[in-house]
């Protein structure tokens, strides 16, 4: 009579995900986080396993999600350019992207997928900076709606160009401008900006969850 050992199911870890990496180098790798760096363009991309229960408030009340992160980032100086929920290979998660006030000029841009679960959470990250001449794309969308009259001047500075994008009372942190939005990527392909936005989106097309994910619990608020 022979006994049949059951095959150990596999363990979760940083390595359920797969995500693209561009080819480029690994900077750090431990069982929580991997890096990987493009230092031509000041960009890097990021995988990260959390083995606690995520600390999202909700993945199903949108303005709730949004309130949060809104007061969370401008709280440190910076803002939001987008918070939205979708699914992901039939998995409700997050998509941010934040701006935050470099200490000498510039904006650093970071763009994230949460993935999250009852028990832990998957997040990819994107980030570009800006290095070098900065401001080259705002100050160029500014003069089209200078132009225009869709933005103008009063005692306070500039009118209708900046402005939190889901909530135009809040005023607090480093404002979402209309140069910031999508449309104008192609224009301007390697700011970093558009550098997150277009990576974040390849790893939504390209990311890869392993079959023992399949068998967590669901994340419920």
Known sequence: MFTFLKRKKPEVTINSISIPTFGWEIVE???AQIVWVN????ALISLYFFNIPP???TVKNIDELRNFHR???SASGGGIVEV??????NIPSVKTIFKIPQPEQGMSYLASITIPFENCSFVIKTQAVEVGTTGMRDNLVLNRFLQNGEVTFD???LKNWFEDPYDPSFKE????NKSETEEYDNDFPHHPLSIVRS???KAIEEVILKDELKRLTAFSK
């Open 29 to 31: 790798q431990n069982d």
């Open 39 to 42: 230092p031509e363009q000041s």
């Open 55 to 57: 600390d999202l408030p």
């Open 71 to 73: 007061h969370s980032v």
């Open 84 to 89: 939205s929920i979708f699914n992901l290979h």
């Open 155 to 157: 005692d306070n500075g």
């Open 173 to 176: 942190g480093a404002l979402m």
């Open 199 to 201: 990576m974040i989106k």
